[in-house]
C-alpha cells in the first residue's frame, strides 16, 4: 500500500466531500471507520484533508489559474480533486519532489478519469510550476 494508497483515498474522500459538499469532520470520520489504513496512510490522508480545506480558497486560485477558459465549479470532480491534492504536496510538502507529485496526479487521472483529463491536469500543474517558479 504506502503513499499512493493515501493519494488515491485522499482524492475519494476529497470527491466524496465535494459531491456532498460535507466538508465536515464527521464526514472524515465516517470515511476513517469505512476504510483501513496503516498510520502512515492515515497519517498523510489527515494531513492532505486539513491542509487542502484550510487553504482551499488559495489552492482552487492556482487551478484558476491555470485553467484557461474553464472555471473550477466546471471541472470533473475527480479532476479537481486530484489537482488540489497535487498542489497541497506541491506548495505545502516540501518533503514530496514536484515530479512525483505531478506524476501521481496523472496516473490518479488515468486510473479515476480520463485519458484527456490526464493530459489536462498534466498542463495544468506544468503551467502551476512554471508560473510558480517565476515568481
Not at 54 to 80: C, F, H, P, Q
Amino acid at each position: 500500500m504506502g503513499r499512493k494508497y493515501a493519494r488515491e483515498s485522499t482524492m475519494k474522500l476529497l470527491y466524496q466531500m465535494e459531491i456532498n459538499s460535507d466538508f465536515s469532520g464527521e464526514a472524515i470520520h465516517i470515511f476513517f471507520e469505512n476504510n483501513i489504513f496503516n498510520e502512515g496512510e492515515k497519517s498523510y490522508i489527515e494531513d492532505a484533508i486539513k491542509t487542502i480545506i484550510e487553504n482551499l480558497e488559495e489552492i482552487d486560485s492556482y487551478i484558476e489559474e491555470n485553467i484557461e477558459g474553464w472555471e473550477v465549479n466546471r471541472l470533473a470532480k475527480v479532476d479537481l480533486s486530484t489537482l488540489r491534492i497535487a498542489i497541497y504536496e506541491i506548495v505545502y510538502r516540501r518533503d514530496i519532489p514536484v515530479e512525483v507529485s505531478i506524476n501521481e496526479a496523472i496516473e490518479i487521472a488515468k486510473k479515476y478519469s480520463t485519458i484527456e483529463s490526464s493530459k489536462f491536469i498534466n498542463g495544468v500543474l506544468g503551467g502551476f510550476v512554471r508560473t510558480r517558479d517565476e515568481r
